[in-house]
């Protein structure tokens, strides 16, 4: 009889427990203006140019069929294809490039290699697979094409660049017919560099020469790709003097890039990840660098040109799994309320942070968490609160090409659900809620759960409504449906869960 009693106060205790993990909370969604907007294809990978002894196991093979319908499935995906070794490569093409070297390691390099070279032959195998599978693609360019190193001032390169070569290239590209969305001009140059640093006032010269170059291969301005730079690490003063040179309409996209988790060799990146304060530190940088477009370049988009949370090739065990979702798709969300246009994860392919297994091509979790952001969210961001848990993280958009709106919850509760009512706030006083502004709903609602597999956040495989997400067998990317849910029911957000919902009945006039 002891036993038994000793059972059965266990299980009270237990139930209660349970009980006390779950808490109702309001969103409040202000409908009737925006905040900021993104891109149609906001959602952006690169591609890093590699040595050749790095594409063993077939990982640099452009026909691999599961390579070719991962991209595919995003309809249009935005790809940066650059990268470290970028200002160390030359274009087979003209009469001016003699011998075409491969990557080699050498102490003398920057990042540890000689200059490479890009055929035309693997350029135009490049631009078959995109055309193939509808890439919307950015170029990077070598900015440091005809400069050399001072000789007094390590690391600063001096001189003209020269845009020879690019031109070239540039050429060729316009002749063969394939649509370039953007150039980009070098990679973490700016600033205090990285392994190279140029000065900001040559930079600023050198953009305009690439402007004027773009207008002469591409006369007709519907037709001339952007002019995007300088693709490093945000430096106010730097950044707010760079476009003081280049001047109005030059500067297509402003590019910077973000390492927020720190090293991927941090013990503690797991921790940061399911910390939201800590997440929360990038937020300035966001609105500095907003701040520094509104103020000295209105005619610039704000854009991250590259982002892997952490550097050298991401977290082993984290980058690579569900957990790592709780970090990007909270910067997708963050970086799109401050007015950025795109936003660039590292990389598709190689290192620990790829949405694509190496050498496989499989996709990992964030794969399937980015492509339901592209499908789902809008371009028109709204203003969406709360006063809960921090832990709970809450963005929406206007849905899109769907009525409505949708929303993403990011809960990184280890215990704690939620039980969510959405209120319709069409105050127009920022600051003030209206009373009256519980939402009720009369369509079903379109959920999408994503959970980890046997809740274990470090799993590199996701479920979508409580199903593995893995490939068809004719190596397809899986169909994702929604579960529909009466619009009567609250939005149930498990503990340490990801959660998109489509509500098409909201009434938002901005998304009208």
């Known amino acids: 009889m002891g036993f038994n009693k000793k059972l059965c106060f266990t299980l009270i205790i237990s139930t209660l427990l349970t009980l006390s993990v779950a ?13 900021a907007s993104t891109d149609d294809d906001f959602v952006c990978v690169t591609l890093d140019w590699w040595p050749s002894n790095k594409c063993n196991y077939n990982q640099c093979d452009l026909n691999n069929t599961i390579l070719a319908n991962a991209i595919k499935a995003f309809g249009s995906l935005r790809i940066r294809i650059g990268g470290s070794l970028q200002d160390q ?32 032959k693997r350029w135009d195998e490049l631009i078959n697979l995109f055309n193939r599978t509808g890439v919307v693609l950015t170029f990077g360019l070598n900015a440091l094409y005809g400069r050399k190193e001072s000789k007094t001032s390590k690391g600063l390169w001096v001189g003209d660049w020269n845009p020879r070569n690019a031109r070239d290239l540039i050429a060729y590209t316009a002749q063969k017919g394939f649509k370039i969305d953007g150039y980009e001009l070098g990679n973490e140059l700016c600033g205090s560099g990285v392994s190279a640093r140029v000065d900001v006032e040559q930079y600023g010269k050198d953009m305009i020469a690439l402007k004027k170059l773009i207008q002469e291969i591409y006369p007709d301005p519907e037709q001339q790709p952007k002019v995007m730079g300088p693709g490093g ?12 040179v280049t001047g109005p309409d030059v500067v297509d996209g402003l590019t910077h890039h973000i390492y927020n988790l720190g090293p991927g060799d941090d013990s503690h990146l797991i921790d940061k990840i399911q910390d939201p304060f800590y997440l929360s530190q990038i937020a300035q940088t966001y609105n500095d660098l907003e701040r520094v477009i509104t103020e000295f370049g209105p ?19 984290v980058s690579s799994t569900f957990a790592d979702g709780f970090w990007y798709l909270d910067q997708l969300g963050m970086t799109s309320t401050f007015n950025h246009k795109v936003f660039c994860r590292q990389a598709l392919v190689g290192g620990n942070y790829a949405l694509l297994d190496s050498p496989t091509f499989i996709p990992k979790p964030d794969y399937y968490g980015a492509l339901l952001w592209h499908r789902l969210m809008g371009r028109v961001v709204l203003s969406t609160t709360h006063q809960g848990s921090p832990y709970l993280r809450v963005y929406s958009h206007c849905a899109k090409r769907k009525p409505g709106i949708t929303l993403i919850f990011i809960n990184l509760e280890k215990w704690k ?7 319709n706030d069409e105050n127009l006083y920022m600051n003030v809620k209206s009373p009256d502004a ?11 759960h994503l959970t980890p597999k046997d809740g274990n956040i470090q799993s590199d495989v996701m479920l979508l409504n409580g199903t593995p997400l893995k490939l068809t067998e004719s190596l397809d990317i899986p169909k994702m449906e929604p579960k529909h849910v009466d619009a009567s029911a609250p939005i149930t957000v498990a503990p340490q869960s990801i959660v998109y919902v489509t509500v098409k009945d909201f009434h938002a006039p901005v998304c009208a």
């Not at 087979?92 to 080699?104: E, S």
């Not at 690490?233 to 003081?244: C, G, P, R, S, V």
């Open 23 to 35: 808490e109702d909370l309001k969103i409040y969604i202000k409908g009737a203006t925006s905040i």
């Open 438 to 448: 519980d939402f009720k709903g009369y369509k079903p609602r379109e959920e999408y």
């Open 89 to 120: 490569l030359v274009y087979k093409v003209g009469n001016n490039i003699k011998k075409c070297p491969h990557f080699k390691r050498t102490d003398k390099g920057l990042f540890g290699f000689s200059r490479g070279c890009l055929t035309m």
């Open 233 to 244: 690490f945000f430096d106010q003063k730097w950044f707010t003097k760079f476009l003081e």
């Open 417 to 423: 659900s939620f039980n969510i009512s959405l209120f």
């Open 299 to 317: 005619w610039a988009e704000a854009w991250v040109g590259e982002s892997g949370g952490s550097w050298n090739s991401g977290g082993k065990d």
